[in-house]
């Protein structure tokens, strides 16, 4: 079974999930993706995609479509997954004649909203649309914008997103009796218009405020990652900044503090979440974070998005649970993410490929 990805961004999460297909019987692999260029940063794309068949090609040069016709043709897929239809090689994959013969699966994360451009986007992408057998999505949320796409409800799968756990995660996972101690609450994520750190910050002071008043010692707030919207957190009291982080080193932090926070007002299906929980991290969230509906249950609380006072009064009350009831949290997590760990979303490919493969191609959308 020959398998093509073409995708747009490198992410150690679906470097982890692209191993754990590569390594099962029957299975060949091949990435293609388009990347940014992210000058300053220090990823390290080699060791995020190390033994994997991978062809990088970067978004500001121009797209060898002879020179992938020739080597994609020579891979000999027998499927192929395709991201998204706004980037240029999904879209030059997606449409040339070369690969028309192929069946295709289209992969999105985003939920139905009531926009005009969702409202419009089954006329507007009807032509590119029609070129796939199926669609993979992560949760529900977006499995309702497929429909409304055009997919039927047998040619929708769900599971998009996992998360890797190596042994040496694996062994890095700490017991419940380990969890109690962990203190502080951690945000990870890009420091853009859409995660709200003013939103974060306004609910950390506020937070701190009402922890002091109740003669509490506040938590401490870690934020990792990089962006426009820097300026929210530098300087503030009990904020640490650690900046761009490698995936490992966001393992570690994870594995180091109390909870995780996110404050977005926009996020289809944010994989942090699936991290902290695989880490046995309880995590607060806003009702904008779609995968709250598959993983927290139990293991965290939700708050009103774009709304400090109760994002604070979240922070509050998990700092006030008895440290047991928040060790539990934590393993109630981790059970939660397991149909979301790597060898989990390997298998369900390769489910995906049979089905698709006995039906002859399934029928257009």
């Known amino acids: 079974m020959n398998l093509l990805f073409v995708w747009t961004g490198v992410t150690a999460y679906m470097a982890d999930c692209w191993r754990a297909l590569a390594v099962l019987p029957g299975v060949r692999l091949k990435i293609v993706i388009q990347e940014k260029r992210h000058p300053g940063t220090q990823f390290d794309h080699q060791g995020v995609l190390r033994s994997l068949d991978v062809t990088l ?8 479509r002879d020179g992938l016709r020739k080597e994609l043709t020579s891979f000999s897929p027998g499927l ?8 240029k090689l999904s879209r030059f994959i997606a449409m040339d004649s070369c690969f028309s013969h192929i069946p295709k699966v289209l992969i999105f994360d985003l939920p139905f909203a009531w926009t005009l451009k969702k409202l419009i986007a089954p006329v507007v992408l009807w032509f590119y649309i029609r070129r796939f057998q199926a669609c993979f999505v992560p949760g ?12 039927q409800e047998r040619q929708i799968e769900q599971g998009l997103f996992a998360v890797g756990m190596g042994a040496d995660t694996k062994e890095r996972v700490p017991s419940e009796s380990l969890q109690s101690v962990r203190k502080g609450f951690l945000f990870v994520g890009r420091y853009a218009k859409e995660k709200r750190l003013d939103v974060l910050v306004k609910a950390y002071k506020r937070y701190r405020m009402l922890a ?28 640490t900044d650690y900046g761009f982080c490698q995936p490992g080193q966001v393992a570690l932090l994870m594995l180091n503090h109390g909870a995780l926070v996110l404050s977005s007002e926009f996020d289809p299906w ?15 969230c806003t009702e904008a974070c779609g995968n709250h509906v598959e993983l927290i249950q139990g293991n965290g609380l939700v708050c009103k998005s774009n709304d400090a006072k109760s994002l604070a009064q979240a922070m509050l009350a998990f700092h006030l649970l008895p440290e047991q009831q928040r060790a539990v949290m934590g393993v109630k997590g981790m059970e939660l993410v397991k149909p979301y760990l790597s060898d989990a979303w390997a298998e369900r490919v390769v489910a995906i490929c049979e089905r698709l493969t006995r039906v002859g191609g399934g029928s257009s959308a």
């Open 57 to 64: 090609i970067y978004e500001d040069e121009p797209l060898d």
């Open 80 to 87: 192929i997954f395709v991201v998204g239809w706004r980037a």
């Open 140 to 151: 529900s949320r977006a499995r309702r914008y497929a429909r409304w796409l055009g997919f």
């Open 212 to 239: 002091e008043a109740r003669n509490e010692v506040p938590w401490g707030l870690s934020c990792c990652g990089m962006g426009p919207d820097q300026h929210y957190i530098r300087g503030v009291e009990g904020i």
């Open 270 to 284: 944010p994989l942090v979440i699936a991290e902290a929980c695989a880490a046995g991290l309880p995590v607060i």
